[in-house]
């Protein structure tokens, strides 16, 4: 691989990891800040997905093969699906917990 495309790729990684930290700092601020459980949740669980999709892409660039890329992608995949079925089970309870 030639030097530029390698200091490209370690740019777009800083970039990209960068920009992940951000959106998680974001979604901790949302979190600490916002008044009620459920625009806590939705503000942790977007935030939080999209900074580790930034984080993945910005780590697949640095990947040594497919298969690790692809891994990477694979795992990111699986948090999303958990992020979106812990975030319902939490709002679903929080929902209940407020009926009269």
Do not use: C, Y
Not at 24 to 32: R, S
Not at 67 to 78: A, D, H, S, T
Not at 81 to 100: D, N
Request: net charge positive; aromatic share 6%.
């Amino acid at each position: 691989m030639s030097a530029l495309i390698e200091r490209v790729l370690d740019a777009w990684t800083i970039v990209a990891v960068s920009a992940g930290a951000l959106f998680f700092l974001a979604g901790t601020v949302g979190l600490l800040r916002f008044p009620d459980s459920l625009t806590r949740l939705h503000a942790l669980t977007k935030a939080d997905n999209l900074g580790l999709g930034l984080v993945v892409l910005g780590l697949v660039a640095q990947a040594d093969s497919v298969v690790m890329g692809i891994k990477l992608v694979l795992i990111w995949g699986l948090l999303m699906w958990a992020s979106a079925a812990v975030s319902q089970l939490i709002a679903r309870t929080v929902h209940e917990a407020k009926r009269p």
